[in-house]
């Protein structure tokens, strides 16, 4: 199970946590003994995880880091491990607490209690989910059987796409890039199993590898299924093929990062012409959204050539493939447990070189979290988020704006024009700090006890409805697109806004007891980065008012282009794993907002320690100075370790360079570094060539 529904929202920070693909049939006996292991936070910056006998100047992710995997070894039910695993973990716990209070089939529970605690309940009842098997897919299968011509699919295509079911593209809405104001219908790519497009067209041992083990999951899903060996081996033969054609008319990851390449409004005659085999208009009814005039079509070489494919593929090998997508998009833990295993054996095992399943009880926190997520979220702020916090958070994200504003009257390479125009889309920027105003109504969502597949697929159908509710009316400021528990944040270029859900306002990233310096380092260094998104080689390209407008002079973007090239070839030297590179160009946007993120950081560091007339050469317990601290700090967001297949399939899939690398690639471009920890200039980690952009 690899298929979520996608929406481009584009700058993500980071990814603390585990897959739902994994997870062991435990009780709640187990929940209890696990309720033990529940990690403590780490204060603000942690000695123990330093590995002092390093040189600073030649590795600063071993010095500020090197211990920290020894205290906090990759657990057997995790792909890699690292300082936001920690909070990540801490947050379930606390989700699991709240959601063990009102688990209970009790009349007087809210009905938002009755939801979450409902929904989690059915998730752990594996007896009931056993006893069920397949039985609630019946009538979709059922469907798909009945299909006697293409002609019929575009009802099931619509039916699919409301339940997240990943058949052969993507659907949704978004707000108009040229114009934030609006939102818009969108259809993209997608429909394929792997986790990318390359997966099915890179040449090599592993990718062949990867492939093979693909086919043999395919195949043995339809044995459990009920089919006979040879005709499962050869129906997945059949739907590898069907999604490498597809793959190959897919767009590359990184070419997609570029908004102008996936931007092609038209009318839906047009989206008609370039793939007459469904029927669009009747589609957008059948999703609940008539009257759809104009949308956006991603990338319309996909629809042409899926157009190709509809036409030249037999319907039996559709039905075959429909099948699969089906089984593969329905989430694993609602199935019985010979499917789960055999999912985890290859999304977890093969993809991510992960040992064993999570725990029952974590991966149904997260599936609430998932369904439920501001139902639940509402009541986690209330235990969890102390309203200090939030304050506190508010001026640091003002102080990192204002560092911001003065760092654009330093730069030397951008003219005052284009200067006028940054500070203007600087000063729109939304601020979200923790949770939103208003609270999602899920009033209208039915949650059943005892049906693992139907509330999943209710609770999905609920939040697409809701999304495609939007197309035609006006954009919701106030939306989040996270839940207030996840221990991540984001920048969206369309809002122009930048979110720090609750779960990512915790020690060690924002300590009320660390020093400031500590903090700055941390959550500052956090703040900056997703401001700098605003500005990295993605949201340069929007105003600020969210659209894509060029507000740069053509010398300004030059000049801009020719230093994130340096970043490119920066980060594309470092090696991942075995022969693989990181990919420069898919990273990007990410490191031009660590090392953004952290010059923004410094200087509002410098300017509250001279506002608090700190002595920046007074050294800690430790024997740092603060500016130490600071460096310290930030390299110890990223303390960690990743298993190798986990690596591979980062460096292929995500826009995040590797946390080592997150750590030297920004620490080397900072001349501040080295003169406070006092490295030569040529040491690694103060090289001749640093690159710099913002
Ligand atoms: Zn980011």
Same mark, same amino acid.
């Given at each position: 199970m690899m298929t979520k529904k996608k929406k481009r929202i584009l700058s993500i920070l980071i990814l603390a946590g585990a897959s739902l693909t994994a997870g062991s049939i435990a009780a709640k006996a187990q929940a209890a003994a696990d309720a033990e292991k529940n990690p403590k936070l780490p204060g603000g910056l942690d000695k123990q995880f330093m590995d002092t006998g390093a040189d600073p100047c030649v590795n600063f992710a071993q010095y500020a880091c090197g211990n920290f995997t020894k205290i906090y070894p990759i657990p057997a039910d995790m +792909?890699?491990?690292?300082?936001? $695993?920690?909070?990540?973990?801490?947050?379930?716990?606390?989700?699991?607490?709240?959601?063990?209070?009102? %688990?209970?089939?009790? =009349?007087s529970r809210t009905p938002n209690e009755q939801k979450t605690g409902d929904f989690y309940a059915t998730c752990m009842d594996t007896d009931a989910i056993?006893?069920?098997?397949?039985? !609630?897919? &019946? =009538?979709?299968?059922?469907?798909? %059987?009945?299909?006697? $011509?293409?002609?019929?699919?575009?009802?099931?295509? +619509?039916?699919? &796409?409301l339940i997240n079911v990943n058949a052969l593209f993507s659907y949704g809405e978004q707000q108009d890039f040229k114009d934030a104001r609006k939102q818009i219908a969108v259809v993209d790519q997608g429909g394929l199993g792997l986790p990318e497009r390359d997966y099915y067209l890179r040449t090599g041992e592993a990718a062949e590898k990867t492939r093979q083990q693909y086919v043999q999951h395919i195949t043995n899903v339809f044995k459990l299924m009920g089919e006979p060996e040879d005709k499962a081996a050869s129906d997945a033969q059949k739907i590898m093929q069907l999604e490498t054609a597809l793959a190959k008319v897919s767009m590359d990851i990184t070419s997609q990062r570029d908004p102008k390449n996936v931007y092609h409004p038209m009318p839906v005659s047009q989206l008609a012409g370039l793939a007459p085999e469904i029927a669009w208009t009747n589609f957008f009814e059948r999703t609940g959204v008539p009257g759809v005039t104009d949308l956006n079509v991603a990338n319309p070489d996909f629809f042409k050539g899926l157009n190709s494919l509809l036409q030249s593929t037999d319907l039996d090998t559709i039905k075959t493939y429909l099948r699969w997508q089906l089984i593969n998009s329905t989430p694993s833990y609602t199935l019985p447990t010979a499917f789960d295993e055999e999912d985890f054996n290859f999304f977890g095992r093969d993809l991510r070189g992960q040992p064993q399943q999570r725990a029952r009880w974590k991966r149904c926190v997260q599936a609430t979290d998932g369904a439920l997520g501001e139902a639940l979220g509402q009541v986690y702020v209330k235990a969890y988020f102390p309203a200090e916090s939030k304050a506190k958070t508010v001026q640091m994200v003002h102080d990192i704006e204002g560092a911001m504003d003065a760092r654009i009257d330093t730069l030397t390479w951008m003219s005052p024009e284009t200067k006028v125009k940054a500070k203007e889309k600087l000063h729109m920027v939304a601020d979200k700090i923790g949770y939103p105003d208003h609270w999602r109504d899920y009033s209208a969502l039915k949650i059943v006890r005892g049906d693992a597949i139907g509330n999943a697929t209710r609770a999905v159908e609920f939040e697409n409805r809701r999304e495609l509710a939007k197309i035609g009316k006006p954009v919701d400021r106030g939306e989040w697109g996270m839940s207030a528990p996840t221990v991540n944040?984001?920048?969206? =270029?369309?809002?122009?806004?930048?979110?720090? !859900?609750a779960g990512i306002l915790q020690a060690p990233f924002f300590d009320p007891? +660390?020093?400031? %310096?500590?903090?700055?380092?941390?959550?500052? %260094?956090?703040?900056?980065?997703?401001?700098?998104?605003?500005?990295?080689?993605?949201?340069?390209?929007?105003?600020g008012n969210g659209n894509l407008a060029d507000w740069w002079t053509p010398d300004d973007a030059k000049k801009f282009e020719a230093m994130t090239d340096c970043e490119v070839k920066e980060y594309g030297n470092f090696t991942a794993v075995d022969d693989v590179k990181v990919n420069g160009k898919l990273t990007l946007g990410e490191n031009t907002a660590d090392n953004g993120g952290l010059r923004l950081a410094y200087m509002a560091f410098l300017a509250d320690a001279k506002r608090k007339s700190i002595d920046l050469t007074a050294k800690d317990a430790n024997g740092f100075t603060p500016t130490q601290e600071f460096f310290l700090a930030y390299g110890q967001n990223w303390c960690g370790s990743i298993r190798p297949q986990q690596v591979r399939l980062q460096v292929q899939t995500d826009p995040h360079s590797p946390r080592q690398f997150r750590i030297i690639g920004v620490v080397q471009n900072m001349p501040e570094f080295g003169k406070a920890f006092g490295c030569k200039p040529g040491q690694p980690m103060m090289p001749e060539n640093a690159c710099h952009v913002w």
């Open positions: +792909a890699g491990y690292g300082s936001g $695993s920690i909070v990540f973990e801490h947050t379930e716990y606390a989700m699991h607490s709240l959601l063990e209070k009102v %688990a209970a089939n009790d =009349p056993q006893a069920a098997g397949l039985k !609630p897919l &019946q =009538p979709e299968l059922d469907r798909i %059987a009945g299909l006697k $011509s293409k002609s019929e699919l575009t009802d099931l295509l +619509a039916h699919f &796409q944040a984001y920048y969206n =270029p369309s809002m122009n806004d930048i979110n720090f !859900p007891d +660390a020093t400031d %310096a500590e903090n700055y380092g941390h959550v500052g %260094a956090i703040v900056g980065h997703e401001l700098t998104h605003g500005f990295d080689d993605q949201g340069r390209q929007f105003d």
